[in-house]
């Protein structure tokens, strides 16, 4: 089956703080990010297997710009600069761990479950990490 590719286009993501309300994807990389720690960049290398299989879902098929970017995720996390960071943590860093932490989630604003649509705000959001910090994309250019 040949699938098209989904544009994005939500701004909302459900607010970890209090679940019942919505706050804009800028709101929420900007609330996380500050609370993302190198301990928790270095854990969340650990689930790279999780994340590639959760690409390999038919749902994850639909969206070929949120399988690539999570190959750079993947890439990040696993990278020199990532397993020798240092707390407080540069802040492209930080929002690429809050993109990572977003997309092992299975239960968010759009829960993962839903046929066509589970992945959306996954890949809205993770979208929006990468065109905040244009320089992740050669985040292992400079080692």
Not at 91 to 102: H, I, N, R
């Amino acid at each position: 089956m040949t699938y098209r590719p989904i544009i994005h286009r939500s701004d909302i993501v459900r607010n970890p703080e209090y679940p019942e309300e919505a706050v804009s994807i800028d709101e929420y990389i900007e609330t996380e990010a500050p609370k993302m720690s190198g301990a928790q960049i270095r854990n969340l290398a650990k689930f790279t297997p999780q994340l590639r299989e959760k690409m390999k879902t038919e749902q994850a098929q639909q969206h070929f710009d949120l399988q690539q970017n999570t190959e750079f995720l993947v890439s990040i996390l696993h990278s020199l600069r990532a397993r020798n960071c240092r707390d407080p943590l540069p802040l492209d860093l930080a929002e690429a761990g809050v993109a990572a932490s977003y997309l092992l989630k299975s239960i968010d604003i759009i829960p993962d479950f839903i046929p066509e649509i589970g992945l959306t705000d996954d890949a809205r959001l993770v979208a929006r990490v990468f065109a905040r910090n244009p320089s992740l994309r050669n985040a292992n250019s400079s080692e």
